[in-house]
């Protein structure tokens, strides 16, 4: 069931576009789906996102969300609850490279107080917003669980410990210099499962 | 290196391989309990070790697993709780990124104790690096014959697969963190019925933490009385204790229970004493949940007695002097921090994570946090303290999860043993709001008007 008009709030935006995953990643995706029992495909859907997510433009549309409903052979309204809950899931469109600063208490102890202040600074964005050149969006996340080299950061799930200033503003260089070549800013979720 | 049970194959070249873990000595455990022991003998070796659960709550391990509901005839599922998000912890992504193998040891053998044929790895998505590190051991374990059908040509056949979370701290209670598992948001579900008769889709589950099942597999090497030899009293064997803050060697650390704490935080093996050479002023001993301590509660309890590194010690006093060993993400501060400011924080952080189903817990949340807010500002009122103590009382225990309980704690302990630093910062606005760095200073200019009152925190 597919009804247009239930989906009103801004961040619903049903494109229409026609999207799915390349072929090898499919198979990758049904062999996840495999991993749980007959009758619970739908255990697939934070792995599946994950992987959407990554491959298909770097946030989840509406129209990625359908997409992965229908492999999974679930409702629409079932993935757009879970990709709404978790705070990894993207639902607008964020920069090539995202930079998550983790600002809990250890990190705060360590200075992502000054990481933040300073990534808002050198880039001139505020947490929650993306560079006009569309390479860098910034985020302010909760315990990343690196409290021992506080503080941390994650770029696209890359961990970045022990910041100073300095180590980002070389971060932010070779960044940069990554989104001119066109590298992605670390390996993918597909890799990670074998 | 004496007393190392878990890490003490650390450092070996390579250890994270499964060749170099099995000419260490790996997976021995595996065969000893597979091929010379029923799943009952395990199960009893678990219970006289006297291991309790190392996610925080700290119940016997042997006891958690009598009660799964052997009767049914539905599959038994065994999940390993890798959602390791309470800040100040970060033991098991130490264990899991450099000894892969110890835990799909202890997950096998725990497997074959409760009759597990599907055992899943529930890891949050930050870690994501960790798993391919994960996927690698199981891939290793399965060509190796410890892994899939007919394991050790014994009629015991596992699966292991590893599933990543996404982001949300509420998926380290085991009842979300099933719910997460099964495609669905991260509610926790009202108890009972628990896990142990309806877990994973309904079926019977046992839900551990990392590094208590990465424990049993050293049990069991060893025997559960010889292990239950190691540590004092009811807190038996070792811990793993992540300790930060402002210390000069933050990192992981395998402890004997019973360690004195001013050890742990001055021996040049451990903390290292507190960095630039100041003062202690405060420890959070068991991950942000538990409540904070003022240096001398935390070296010496009230009755005078030296505070060691056991669940019953750092209990000592209960929450009126006492605190609890948690999860054991030590967190130090110096005489330079603001108690205030790291209060204020974590009620962020549990305003943020607060999954919403409760009333009292996401409306709770929210109100400390922004009264905390308002303090830490300099736009509180000398009500405001009490207004805390108030809103904590009424979260806590009125939730369905711990959740509501871990939000309170912190707040309602700051208050209780350091009031007058909030008292400071209601009476010394302007101190407060000068004081304030980094990149709060872009929302204090933005949200609190000159006057400082009516805070515009939204």
């Known amino acids: 069931m597919q009804n247009d008009n239930i989906i009103q709030h801004p961040q619903f935006i049903r494109e229409g576009k026609q999207v799915a995953f390349a072929p090898g990643t499919l198979k990758k995706v049904h062999e996840l789906i495999l991993r749980y029992p007959e009758g619970q495909q739908k255990s697939a859907l934070l792995p599946l996102l994950h992987i959407a997510q990554e491959e298909l433009g770097g946030h989840l549309s509406v129209d990625i969300m359908d997409y992965v ?63 006009p050149d569309g390479i860098f969006s910034l985020r302010e996340v909760e315990c990343l669980g690196s409290c021992g080299t506080a503080p941390v950061m994650q770029v696209n799930t890359e961990y970045y410990e022990k910041l100073t200033p300095g180590k980002v503003d070389r971060l932010l260089e070779d960044l940069r210099e990554y989104a001119n070549k066109n590298k992605p800013g670390g390996s993918t979720w597909v890799e990670k499962f074998c | 290196m004496g007393g190392k049970i878990l890490l003490a194959s650390i450092d070996i070249p390579g250890i994270r391989e499964f060749g170099v873990y099995r000419a260490s000595g790996g997976y021995a455990a595996v065969e000893q309990a597979l091929r010379g022991m029923t799943p ?59 000894l892969p193998h110890l835990l799909i040891e202890g997950l096998i053998i725990s497997s074959y104790a409760l009759g597990v044929k599907t055992c899943y790895i529930y890891i949050r998505g930050e870690f994501k690096y960790l798993v391919g590190i994960l996927e690698t051991a199981i891939r290793e374990a399965n060509k190796n014959g410890f892994l899939g059908e007919r394991i050790l040509g014994t009629d015991f056949s596992l699966n292991i697969y590893v599933h990543p979370g996404a982001g949300a ?20 579900r009202i108890k009972p019925p628990f896990p142990a008769f309806k877990g994973l889709y309904g079926c019977p589950t046992v839900v551990n933490n990392v590094e208590t099942l990465a424990t049993v597999a050293p049990i069991i090497r060893m025997g559960g009385e010889a292990y239950a030899k190691i540590g004092r009293g009811k807190s038996t064997g070792t811990k793993l204790i992540s300790a930060c803050g402002n210390i000069n060697n933050p990192g992981v650390y395998e402890i004997e229970m019973g360690l004195p704490v001013e050890d742990f935080i001055y021996a040049p093996e451990y903390c290292g004493g507190i960095a630039n050479d100041k003062y202690l002023k405060a420890v959070i001993p068991g991950g942000s949940s538990v409540p904070i301590l003022p240096a001398d509660l935390m070296l010496n309890t009230a009755r ?21 060993l948690g999860s054991g993400g030590f967190i130090v501060f110096d005489e330079d921090a603001c108690i205030v400011r790291n209060t204020w924080n974590l009620a962020h952080f549990y305003r943020h994570e607060s999954c919403g189903q409760c009333s009292p817990c996401r409306e709770g949340t929210g109100w400390m946090e922004r009264v905390l807010y308002r303090i830490e500002h300099g736009a509180g009122k000398m009500s405001d303290i009490d207004l805390l103590v108030r809103v904590a009382k009424n979260i806590e225990g009125n939730t369905i999860c711990p959740l509501g309980d871990a939000a309170a704690w912190p707040v309602a302990s700051a208050i209780r043993h350091f009031r007058r630093e909030f008292e400071y910062h209601v009476k010394h606005p302007e101190v407060v709001k000068n004081t304030s760095h980094g990149a709060l200073n872009y929302e204090v200019e933005s949200m609190i008007p000159d006057s400082g009152t009516g805070v515009n925190y939204w």
């Not at chain 1, 360590?110 to 808002?120: D, K, T």
């Open chain 2, 40 to 98: 009952a003998q395990v199960g009893n070796e678990v219970t006289k070790s006297g291991l309790r659960g190392r996610g925080g709550a700290g119940f016997p391990t042997g006891l958690k697993w009598s009660f799964l509901d052997r009767k049914s005839d539905k599959p038994r599922y065994l999940v390993c709780n890798a959602d390791e998000s309470e800040p100040g912890t970060f033991k098991d992504r130490y264990l899991m990124h450099h």
């Open chain 2, 304 to 324: 005078g007695e030296k505070r060691l590194m056991t669940y019953e010690s750092l209990a000592d006093g209960e929450f009126a002097t006492g605190t609890m």
């Open chain 1, 69 to 131: 409903a229908s492999l999974l052979g679930i409702q629409p309204v079932e993935v757009y609850e879970v990709a709404t809950f978790y705070s990894m899931f993207y639902l607008d469109n964020m920069g090539k490279y995202v930079i998550e600063v983790c600002r809990t208490g250890p990190c705060a102890l360590a200075g992502s107080e000054q990481i933040l202040a300073h990534l808002r600074d050198v880039l001139e964005i505020k947490p929650g917003e993306t560079t």
């Open chain 2, 169 to 188: 701290y509420i998926c380290g209670e085991e009842t979300a963190l099933l719910e997460s598992l099964e495609g669905k948001r991260g509610n926790p």
